[in-house]
């Protein structure tokens, strides 16, 4: 959550820098946070865990779309394409093991 404090501050829905850039830093530093080790854990993705990156991938969303916070998360990710928090850990956490196979 300090991470969206943190953008919260350096751009308001007003000013400051613009969706684009939103989006870019929630790709490069969200996402890259919350897919740190996916390999371990990604495969083991629970229904209550989704849910739980759900709402954390909805905070930013709405920041970098200025969508009301009744918009469902479908619609933001969506308008915004980006694609599930749990899919994207899932990809990595494939990607990781099938490089892992190739190289040994």
């Not at 959550?1 to 490069?28: P, S, V």
């Not at 629970?46 to 779309?65: A, G």
Request: proline content about 2%; glycine content about 6%.
């Amino acid at each position: 959550m300090d991470q969206y404090q943190h953008l919260c501050r350096i751009a308001g829905k007003t000013w400051g820098i613009n969706k684009n850039i939103r989006r870019l830093l929630y790709k490069t530093v969200l996402e890259r946070t919350l897919c740190h080790g996916a390999a371990t854990w990604g495969h083991n993705m629970t229904s209550r865990l989704q849910k739980k990156l759900d709402s954390i991938q909805r905070l930013f969303l709405l920041y970098i779309t200025g969508a009301y916070r009744t918009t469902p998360i479908a619609a933001l990710q969506v308008a915004t394409g980006l694609q599930p928090l749990h899919l994207k850990i899932q990809q990595e956490a494939t990607y990781a093991r099938v490089a892992r196979a190739i190289s040994s």
